[in-house]
């Protein structure tokens, strides 16, 4: 065995045995992002604790939380004439009320998966006579790429450029869990790479106003066996802080110049996360400035209320109150190839990373 994954087994048994030691009665820890998610299931995280210890998933796959109203919305935008929809490869097999981007397109919408907002505005130099509109989803890990793309447009002139913003922010989504009597969570995993962005400052409140602890963390199975340990040694010490595990990335005043791109082209408004239902200031609309590249405002989009998807639990399992493995629809009606709800469809979604890495009951 090479020395480098000898060292890394060595360190992995060391924290498991740390975990094991400090594991004396029942704590259970969410993990936020659902990229933590997918590395628990994929390195059967949960198999290698004790039983005092539980990981549940939290809201933190952007496309899961996004509301079906507004997933309806896009689609009713994408089936426009001369409208060429950019949106991440993850959003076309969402199903909205009737059907999907990826129905929309068989059907003969425009419909093109991109990997940056620089490619959105490439298709828009590239197609002058349509309009690209950019599905905004996301937290703010990726959001100061979008409020770059808006800047370069506005500098530019570049006016067959929108962005649909539906994207949302950590903080106001922590304060509601908090608060949340159902949830019984004693600590936090939180999302390394928003906190990349935002800091830690604004998640603070969680450790000093709710005695919830936290660990900011990265994404490899070390990361969350060691973002576990310091949860576990807070307890033990009787604190509650919020610590940074993944202080290779993640710096307490965040990225200033990335917070300045976001502050400069998008302000809080309310928002609808789905299964959740509305949550003030914690979503992100376009300033007055940027108006001419808001879709909403542009195509003067109506709103929708849509229902939830019937049978879907995934609003529990954003939430934390059940594993996916407690959906009544999990893997017999609701499998990746024919998803019911988002949570199954994206890749950072809780239902599709218990689907392909595990289907072990944990209840
Ligand atoms: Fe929704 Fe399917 Fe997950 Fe059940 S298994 S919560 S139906 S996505």
């Not at 490869?89 to 129905?103: E, F």
Request: hydrophobic content about 40%; charged content about 25%.
């Amino acid at each position: 065995m090479k020395k480098r994954s000898k060292d890394l087994l060595t360190k992995a048994g060391d924290y498991q045995a740390e975990i094991k030691e400090l594991a004396k009665s029942p704590y259970t820890i969410m993990e936020v992002c659902g990229t933590h998610t997918v590395t628990i299931a994929k390195n059967a995280i949960r198999e290698l604790l004790p039983n005092t210890v539980r990981l549940i998933s939290g809201p933190g796959c952007p496309v899961c939380v996004t509301d079906s109203s507004d997933i309806d919305r896009y689609l009713y935008l994408a089936a426009q004439p001369k409208v060429i929809t950019a949106t991440f490869g993850d959003m076309i097999r969402v199903p909205g009320t009737d059907k999907s981007l990826q129905v929309l397109r068989a059907e003969g919408a425009d419909v093109r998966i991109v990997y940056s907002t620089q490619d959105a505005l490439e298709l828009a130099h590239r197609n002058p006579d349509k309009e690209v509109v950019f599905l905004g989803v996301g937290f703010e890990t990726t959001i100061p790429t979008v409020a770059v793309s808006l800047e370069i447009a506005k500098r530019e002139g570049i006016k067959n450029y929108s962005v649909l913003s539906m994207h949302k922010v950590v903080p106001p989504v922590l304060k509601l869990l908090a608060e949340d009597d159902q949830l019984a969570v004693n600590a936090f995993l939180h999302p390394g790479h928003v906190c990349s962005i935002i800091g830690i400052e604004p998640i603070e409140f969680m450790a000093k106003d709710y005695g919830l602890p936290g660990a900011v963390t990265g994404f490899d199975a070390l990361d969350i066996l060691e973002g576990i340990v310091m949860l576990l040694r807070q307890r033990e010490e009787a604190r509650s802080d919020i610590e940074i595990q993944y202080q290779r990335v993640v710096k307490a005043a965040g990225n200033p110049k990335a917070k300045n791109f976001i502050e400069r082209v998008f302000e809080p408004v309310d928002a609808s996360w789905r299964g959740i239902g509305l949550i003030p200031q914690s979503g992100l609309g376009m300033r007055e400035e940027y108006s001419l590249w808001d879709a909403a405002r542009k195509f003067s989009l109506p709103t929708f209320n849509s229902p939830e998807t019937p049978g879907c639990r995934c609003g529990d399992v954003l939430r934390g109150l059940i594993y996916p493995t407690q959906c009544p629809l999990f893997a017999k009606h609701c499998t990746p190839m024919k998803p019911i709800g988002p949570c199954m469809v994206s890749t950072e979604g809780s239902c599709a990373a218990y689907h392909r890495y595990s289907q072990r009951s944990v209840d």
